[in-house]
T-cell receptor, first 114, second 116 residues
Framework: DGGITQSPKYLFRKEGQNVTLSCEQN?????MYWYRQDPGQGLRLIYY???????QKGDIAEGYSVSREKKESFPLTVTSAQKNPTAFYLC?????????????FGEGSWLTVV | AQKITQTQPGMFVQEKEAVTLDCTYD???????LFWYKQPSSGEMIFLIY??????QNATEGRYSLNFQKARKSANLVISASQLGDSAMYFC?????????????FGKGTLLTVNP
């Protein structure tokens, strides 16, 4: 199936541990994004990448790191420096089409830090 | 900086009736795009409809239409003939068109509940 695959769906980690969330896409989209969503809130941009081996900080990059070694993959590492990591994380990709730069989302990953 | 305001934290509608979800935006860009996404309880974000700032016609996609009033900087989503499956969070978002920064800025969302 074509689409965006995020894993794991649910993840529990102890405070102080780094954790990596996977995002893989087979849509052949150039741009990929990571968003964070807190309960009752909208989405906030963490990092984005428009081409392989290049990425930029979003609005809330502190405590996070990413890599873009392949077009298909954009993993997000939540480091111990992130003060409030418990949240819902959404990966997205985009391409230009009739609807401008439409962004498509994966199903998300729930991270709980205890 | 771009900003989206959704003033309705929650809305209720009867099945088969129409409902309007409000969205106002603030941007200094001349060219921009406006999006609506639906987020069911499962968490995925589903693209619904897009309006470009230079589009003269209001966008429509099936039961969804966008009431775009550029001078008032509003982009309200209208859902006609509501269905129980429309119950979800709805997010309005704005994007700068062109250039190299393809980023969406989201509002805080409106929780729509469709009653039978």
């Amino acid at each position: 199936d074509g689409g965006i695959t995020q894993s794991p769906k649910y993840l529990f980690r102890k405070e102080g541990q780094n954790v990596t969330l996977s995002c893989e896409q087979n849509l052949n989209h150039d741009a990929m994004y990571w968003y964070r969503q807190d309960p009752g809130q909208g989405l906030r941009l963490i990092y984005y990448s428009q081409i392989v081996n290049d990425f930029q900080k979003g609005d809330i990059a502190e405590g996070y790191s990413v890599s873009r070694e392949k077009k298909e993959s954009f993993p997000l590492t939540v480091t111990s420096a992130q003060k409030n990591p418990t949240a819902f994380y959404l990966c997205a990709t985009s391409s230009w089409g009739e609807a401008g730069n439409t962004i498509y989302f994966g199903e998300g990953s729930w991270l709980t830090v205890v | 900086a771009q900003k989206i305001t959704q003033t309705q934290p929650g809305m209720f509608v009867q099945e088969k009736e129409a409902v309007t979800l409000d969205c106002t935006y603030d941007t200094s860009d001349q060219s921009y795009g406006l999006f609506w996404y639906k987020q069911p309880s499962s968490g995925e974000m589903i693209f619904l409809i897009y309006q470009g700032s230079y589009d003269e016609q209001n966008a429509t996609e099936g039961r969804y239409s966008l009431n775009f009033q550029k001078a008032r900087k509003s982009a309200n989503l209208v859902i006609s003939a509501s269905q129980l499956g429309d119950s979800a969070m709805y997010f309005c978002a704005i994007e700068r068109s062109g250039g190299s920064n393809y980023k969406l800025t989201f509002g805080k969302g409106t929780l729509l509940t469709v009653n039978p």
